[in-house]
């Protein structure tokens, strides 16, 4: 089980688990970038229901939503190369980044081309007709009037995405990545405090877990300060409430001051 | 001018607008009348292309398509010369009353901001809500809401103007705000075709009353021609149905 547990550890080990963050969020960088491309690419074919490519679409979230991450991985890194070499791409000296982040990215695409149709669609009807009617062209309409609002719909499910992405690329080490999680092993495996190495590690994804659901909370308030009406409406009286509430206990007070 | 020729509509098999035709003149005000599913919204809709006619033709001014073979330039243009109000008002949920009526003068229009801004002002005044320029449409009562969709619709300044039943979506105690506003810009010479239930507004707004009913226009004329003196029993009998109290006088 290892040596016995010392809470210093922890603390000792969070800065040398820290210099691997860049890796990990590079993973989680470049995955996202590739997984709303793909995202979009795998989303348009359902979205307008273009017959063969639907189909294709189709086959895409199968696959990468029906089959563990770990295992599309392992085919990307040990079956892409394969795939290539009578094409006549030499990937044998690729990084191993590149699979790691292409797997991922291809992954997310699945989920965000959902993310994508769901909220394109959840958009009133009556919103590209209205645009439509004024004369705007369709990419207008989409870029001036359905985009926007189906920003805000999509915060909530893109937090969850990120947020899933950045576990998932913990998996990264089962092929020697040396990001946040393969370091924790390492640093485990030298000192044989493997407890505290994964305190240290949980806590640091938890911190950036955290961070990051606040700020697309913050995001997803602004792109929808339209909606606003019944929250803010809501907010200010009880806060007019509490406030007039301070104001009588206030003047009691003052009341008893002055006469005292 | 505006020249609908022979147009045709089917959902499927069910052929809701049969070779229709309609022309109105500059300034004129149109009111279509008609039973609930006579293509009253179809035929409006096919008007600015947001419902493709299956045949026919469209002139508005100098400028002429053909339905069936339409490119999207051609639907481009007849966009833009006319604009339309709708039963759910479908004000840009994302942008406010003042946005709402310049989003079009920019993006379609090209024009300077300064000039669009002063524009929608002036117009957002017109109807009485200069004092509600930032206020998103989910602040704004439906009254209100729908005003904004008509000087959104008076913006682009369009050789006609479409409104589908634009009080039918409002409480009643609004709909008098609304009516009050598009008697207004009636009597400014602006073309209109107007499907409403209201009949008292038909009457005092309408230059022409066209009464459909089964995807056929089956009697039109004066106000007083229609409301008074129908010719054909379908009218009769809609009228009688729509405003009962005529049977107490007659
Ligand atoms: N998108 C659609 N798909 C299939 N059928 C439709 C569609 N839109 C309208 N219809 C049908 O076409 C017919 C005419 O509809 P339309 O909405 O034009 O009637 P309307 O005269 O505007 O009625 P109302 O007074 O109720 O608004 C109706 O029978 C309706 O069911
Ligand atoms: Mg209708």
């Given at each position: ?8 550890y922890v603390f ?12 990990t969020l ?10 709303i491309?793909?995202g ?5 074919p359902r ?14 979230l199968?696959?990468?939503?029906g ?16 795939l ?5 791409f030499?990937?044998s ?11 991922y990215?291809?992954?997310t695409g ?7 149709r769901a ?7 009556g919103?590209v007709e ?29 937090s969850?995405l ?12 089962t092929?020697g990545?040396?990001?946040?999680t ?5 640093l485990?495996t030298l ?15 938890l ?7 606040k ?9 929808k ?6 929250e803010k409406?809501g907010?200010?009286?009880?806060l ?9 206990l ?11 | 001018?505006?020249e609908?020729?022979?147009?045709s509509k ?9 070779d ?9 005000v149109?009111v279509?009348?008609?039973?609930s599913?006579?293509?009253k ?8 292309y947001?419902e ?14 053909d ?14 010369k006319?604009a339309?109000?709708f039963q ?7 942008k406010t ?5 310049m989003e ?23 109807v ?5 320029l930032d206020?998103?449409p989910?602040?704004?009562s439906?009254g209100?809401q729908?005003?904004v969709?008509i000087?959104?619709?008076?913006a ?12 039918s979506?409002l409480?009643?105690e609004?709909?008098g705000?609304?009516?009050e506003?598009i008697?207004?810009?009636?009597r ?5 075709i107007v499907?409403?239930h ?6 005092d ?13 089956v009697?039109?004329?004066?106000p ?8 054909e ?11 009962p109290?005529a049977n107490?006088?007659?």
């Amino acid at each position: 089980m290892g040596a016995p547990f010392e809470i210093g550890y922890v603390f000792s080990f969070l800065p040398k688990l820290l210099e691997t963050l860049g890796v990990t969020l590079l993973i989680v960088a470049g995955s996202l970038l590739t997984g709303i491309v793909a995202g979009f690419l795998v989303a348009l074919p359902r979205m307008y229901k273009i017959p063969v490519l639907r189909t294709l679409s189709g086959l895409y979230l199968s696959f990468f939503r029906g089959t563990p991450i770990l295992i599309q991985l392992f085919l990307f890194y040990y079956g892409l190369p394969e795939l290539l070499k009578p094409l006549g791409f030499d990937l044998s000296r690729a990084p191993v980044l590149f699979f790691v982040i292409l797997a991922y990215g291809l992954h997310t695409g699945a989920y965000a081309a959902e993310m994508i149709r769901a909220s394109v669609e959840a958009v009133d009807r009556g919103q590209v007709e209205a645009a439509y009617a004024s004369g705007m062209t369709s990419y207008r309409a989409f870029s001036r009037i359905v985009l926007p609002q189906a920003l805000a719909i999509a915060v909530p499910v893109f937090s969850n995405l990120v947020i899933a992405l950045l576990k998932d690329t913990s998996l990264a080490f089962t092929l020697g990545v040396m990001e946040m999680t393969g370091k924790a092993q390492t640093l485990g495996t030298l000192t044989q405090h493997f407890f505290e190495t994964y305190i240290a590690l949980a806590l640091i994804y938890l911190v950036i877990s955290f961070t990051l659901e606040k700020v697309l909370l913050a995001a997803e308030q602004r792109l929808k300060r339209h909606e606003a009406r019944e929250e803010k409406a809501g907010r200010s009286f009880k806060l007019r409430r509490k406030g007039s509430y301070r104001a009588v206990l206030a003047d009691i007070d003052a009341g008893k001051g002055g006469r005292l | 001018m505006i020249e609908l020729k022979r147009i045709s509509k089917s959902f499927g098999r069910h052929r809701v607008l049969q070779d229709i035709s309609l022309s109105v003149k500059t300034g004129e005000v149109v009111v279509i009348l008609g039973p609930s599913g006579s293509g009253k919204t179809t035929l409006l809709r096919c008007v600015n292309y947001l419902e493709k006619p299956a045949s026919g033709e469209i002139a508005i001014g100098d400028f002429k398509m053909d339905c069936s073979q339409a490119k999207r330039g051609d639907i481009l243009r007849l966009r833009r010369k006319t604009a339309m109000v709708f039963q759910q008002y479908n004000l840009f949920r994302h942008k406010t009353a003042l946005e709402n009526v310049m989003e079009a003068l920019l993006v379609v229009k090209k024009m300077p901001a300064a000039e669009a801004r002063s524009r929608s002002v002036a117009l957002l005044e017109k109807v009485g809500l200069g004092g509600k320029l930032d206020e998103y449409p989910s602040r704004l009562s439906g009254g209100q809401q729908q005003r904004v969709g008509i000087a959104r619709a008076l913006a682009l300044e369009p050789e006609v103007i479409l409104f589908d039943e634009p009080t039918s979506a409002l409480d009643p105690e609004l709909v008098g705000e609304v009516l009050e506003v598009i008697r207004d810009i009636a009597r400014e010479g602006i073309t209109m075709i107007v499907v409403t239930h209201e009949m008292g507004f038909a009457r005092d707004v309408a230059n022409r009353v066209v009464f459909m009913d089964g995807g056929v226009v089956v009697e039109e004329g004066t106000p007083d021609d229609v409301f008074q003196h129908p010719q054909e029993e379908r009218t009769k009998q809609f009228l009688r149905r729509i405003t009962p109290e005529a049977n107490w006088v007659i």
